[in-house]
């Protein structure tokens, strides 16, 4: 287990000072269906966790990395989970339509599957990177809350690609400890990439 000490956890988004001590690592084989992090990595033994994405490719086109949580390792993922989306998007030739939205479509009321980034291309180049924090999962007392920041080059073809950058936001409504996490697409295999974890100490 390496403990990345070097690396200081003072990024804005992250919070506040803190080192990163890198727990696991899944890198694509081409073919998964999920990314998943067991007990032996979800414990008690950090308070914060952040995952960091990078250049994960979707199988299907056009498709929102999402993460569904678990309370007994793995065994159903049928937790209610309740998050927000906003994004901002810009095409690639500088034409068509930019915007700042509220994403009403991919917000999460009750959901078993929390969406955590604008939509995916499956070309030879597209892919999400981002990063993905998690508060306090093993915590009796309190619901889960999580933050996300996801960039994404979507479903387009050729210069009429769009990129998204999306800010999600939310909480799994239990206080049971969570502790596993698993990362999907909604449709379609995990064909490319890496998923860290890190805990924060």
């Known amino acids: 287990m390496a403990n990345y000490n070097a690396i200081r956890y003072n990024h804005d988004f992250l919070g506040q000072g803190g080192s990163l001590v890198l ?12 990314a998943t992090f067991d007990n032996t990595i ?26 569904s949580p678990s309370i007994d390792n793995g065994s159903n993922y ?19 339509s930019t915007a700042l939205e509220y994403g ?8 078993s599957n929390v969406l955590i980034s604008g939509d995916t291309g499956n070309e030879a180049d597209e892919c999400v990177s981002g990063i993905f924090k998690l508060y306090n999962p093993s915590s009796t007392a309190f619901v889960k809350h999580f933050v996300g ?43 490319g990439g890496t998923i860290q974890v890190f805990g924060v100490s």
Do not use: C, W
């Open 42 to 67: 979800i414990t008690d033994t950090y308070s914060e966790y952040v995952f960091i994405v990078n250049s994960l490719h979707p199988e299907t086109n056009a498709k929102y990395l999402g993460f």
């Open 104 to 111: 009403s479509g991919q917000d999460t009321h009750d959901g």
């Open 78 to 96: 049928n937790l209610t989970n309740t998050s927000t989306m906003f994004f901002a998007y810009h095409r690639e030739d500088n034409g068509g």
């Open 23 to 34: 727990l696991s690592t899944f890198t694509s084989d081409g073919s998964d269906a999920n």
């Open 149 to 191: 920041q996801m960039n994404s080059s979507d479903g387009g073809s050729g210069t009429a690609t769009y990129d998204f950058a999306a800010h999600s936001a939310g909480y799994i409504n239990t206080t049971s400890a969570v502790n596993n996490i698993k990362f999907t697409f909604n449709s379609g295999e995990i064909q």
